[in-house]
């Protein structure tokens, strides 16, 4: 969205209302890309056999990096949780109504943190990656 969508629709009178349609169209998309990344996870802690387990995920370095991985991954949840079904929707529904209110802008301040910490924290989970599978670790 940031990337392809906002900068196009920078000076349209109805961004708002296109933010608010691309983002719930995309939504479904996000959560799908979580599920299968969730169940990819699984399965190569299970083809690596790392046990899902504290002594699987504590007792080697390859082992915390995967527990760092996964809170990670639950955190980037928790956060695109609160983004797709709070903080975004509010705002962008504020947005139609209210225009240029504060608490317009706070909802729009909170959804963009929300949208760039979701991706540090997506990069930091492939970097994680990489080096996992690359043998860093």
């Known amino acids: 969205l940031p990337l392809v969508l906002l900068p196009a629709i920078k000076k ?7 933010i608010h349609t691309v983002g719930l169209k995309f939504r479904a998309v996000g959560w799908i890309v ?4 969730l169940l990819s996870g699984l399965f190569n802690m299970h083809f690596r056999q790392v046990e899902f387990s ?10 915390k990096m995967i527990f760092y991985k996964i809170l990670i991954f639950f955190i ?3 956060i695109s949780s609160l983004h797709d079904f709070y903080i975004g929707t509010t705002a962008t529904r504020l947005w139609m109504q209210e225009a240029n209110s504060k608490r317009v802008q ?8 929300a949208g760039r910490i979701n991706l540090l924290l997506a990069i930091t989970a492939a970097g ?6 690359r043998g860093f670790f």
């Open 12 to 18: 349209h009178p109805d961004k708002a209302i296109l």
């Open 34 to 37: 979580l599920l299968v990344l």
């Open 54 to 63: 504290w002594d699987g995920l504590s007792d080697s370095a390859f082992g």
């Open 76 to 78: 980037t949840v928790l």
């Open 106 to 113: 706070n909802f729009r301040l909170w959804a963009r943190w």
């Open 128 to 133: 994680i990656g990489i080096a996992l599978v």
